[in-house]
């Protein structure tokens, strides 16, 4: 039997507290039920420094807990590497994949990572941006956290097609 090397999936949105560590949370569920975990290495970061090395917005704890997801994220910032070394960079919305594009063109060397919109595996509203939740309540979270495993589904099986597992 031969050695795989991990599909690695980046989710991406601001702070790396609220959006991104959802939908890691989300997807590695998703992962695990299908019993693909041990192909997959997916983490969150955001493009700003704003919450480095901070736990998840407790309200994106509770959203995740309440379906069973526990987090154990802390913030980070994405940086040049991850654009060599990630398959999959998944932005949250269109400010933050314009950010991860500035990055890479500021950036030299082998940027493998396929930037794409998180919503672009949104069957029910393809493209859009998922909204930053921060400034609102629990609905604003909850609604995130529906379009994240929406997303989240769709985005498994693309990868799945790409890499034929």
């Known amino acids: 039997m031969t050695h795989l090397e991990p599909i690695k999936v980046l989710f991406v ?3 790396n507290i609220c959006r991104s560590p959802m939908a890691e949370g989300i997807f590695r569920q998703i992962v695990k039920k299908k019993g693909l975990i041990n ?6 970061a955001g493009t700003s420094r704003y919450h480095i090395d ?3 917005d407790e309200r994106t704890i509770r959203a995740c807990s309440e379906k069973g997801i526990q987090l154990d994220h802390l913030g980070k910032e994405i940086i040049p590497m991850h654009l060599e070394e990630w398959d999959y960079i998944l932005a949250m919305d269109s400010s933050n994949f314009e950010n991860i594009q500035i990055l890479k063109n500021k950036t030299s060397g082998n940027h493998k990572a396929q930037i794409i919109k998180m919503r672009d595996f949104d069957l029910m509203h393809k493209g859009k941006d998922v909204p930053d939740p921060y400034y609102g309540g629990m609905d604003g979270f909850y609604e995130v956290f529906d379009m994240l495993e929406r ?3 769709e985005l498994l099986r693309y990868i799945r097609r ?3 597992i």
């Open 13 to 15: 949105c601001l702070g």
């Open 39 to 44: 192909r997959f290495q997916i983490d969150s």
């Open 54 to 56: 901070e736990i998840p």
């Open 151 to 153: 997303s989240s589904y």
């Open 162 to 164: 790409e890499h034929s």
